[in-house]
């Protein structure tokens, strides 16, 4: 069974930065696609990023573009996700995801990937 534990979130000013990093245990890290969510209170859950197995292709939400970057270390079984230029807008609860299915197209839909972290809260303030 798949565990994805989620580290890193907080409070931090508008314009900062924070990093954070999931850890996966229980199966073949390195032949998963992984990808980012957030949750804010009353709304949807919405997409933020996603990386290939090997971390050589990468998507983002048009609303983190040139603010995040997804990376990840495999022989540490760990995804990151660093988030520059914070927004009071990017305060979420955010979760990082993992995707079993063939094939090599990244998803932005998150009721295609098969585990789930428990999240972790970022606050920005104004």
């Known amino acids: 069974q798949v565990q994805l534990v989620e580290f890193g979130g907080g409070l931090v000013q508008a314009g900062g930065s924070l990093r954070l990093s999931c850890a996966a245990s229980?199966?073949?890290?390195?032949?998963?696609?992984m990808g980012w969510f957030r949750q804010a209170p009353g709304k949807e859950r919405e997409f933020v990023a996603a990386i290939t197995r090997s971390g050589e292709r990468t998507y983002y939400a048009d609303s983190v573009k040139g603010r995040f970057t997804i990376s990840r270390d495999n022989a540490k079984n760990t995804v990151y996700l660093q988030m520059n230029s914070l927004k009071p807008e990017d305060t979420a609860a955010y979760y990082c995801a993992l995707d079993r299915r063939a094939g090599a197209l990244l998803a932005t839909n998150g009721a295609l990937y098969d585990y789930w972290g428990q999240g972790t809260q970022v606050t920005v303030s104004s």
């Open positions: 229980g199966g073949t890290f390195s032949i998963y696609r």
